[in-house]
């Protein structure tokens, strides 16, 4: 099992730029595959970037490639999402999750593991 914990939500004005970051436990936590989702109210979870256990492979969703950056550490257990240049859109509870899968998925469903998920709120 995996357990997972998310930081450095926040408010921030837009063109402004957060990292987020997610811890998580388990012996086996770096042979998953970890995703970065959102969820804004009245709309469903939607994939924004996921890396694969090695690091070798990054998918992102098109509304984010160019700005937000993914990467793992797994000597430390933590994922990190770079996000830059945001914008009010950009405004959810950000979730990070992991699957015992060797491709990066991006749907929710597929996902094992679920964090509490932290804030974004992006101001204009």
């Known amino acids: 099992q995996a357990q997972l914990v998310e930081s450095g939500g926040g408010l921030v004005q837009a063109g402004g730029s957060l990292r987020l970051s997610c811890v998580g436990s388990?012996?086996?936590?770096?042979?998953?595959?970890l995703g970065w989702f959102r969820q804004a109210p009245g709309k469903e979870r939607e994939f924004v970037a996921g890396?694969?256990?090695?690091?070798?492979?990054?998918l992102y969703a098109d509304p984010v490639k160019g700005r937000f950056t993914i990467s793992r550490d797994n000597a430390k257990n933590t994922v990190a999402l770079q996000m830059n240049s945001l914008i009010p859109e950009d405004t959810a509870v950000y979730y990070c999750?992991?699957?015992?899968?060797?491709?990066?998925?991006?749907?929710?469903?597929?996902?094992?593991?679920w964090g509490q998920g932290t804030q974004v709120t992006v101001s204009s």
């Open positions: 890396i694969s256990w090695s690091g070798g492979t990054t």
């Open positions: 388990g012996r086996a936590f770096s042979m998953y595959a």
């Open positions: 999750a992991a699957v015992g899968s060797l491709p990066v998925l991006t749907t929710p469903a597929a996902y094992n593991y």
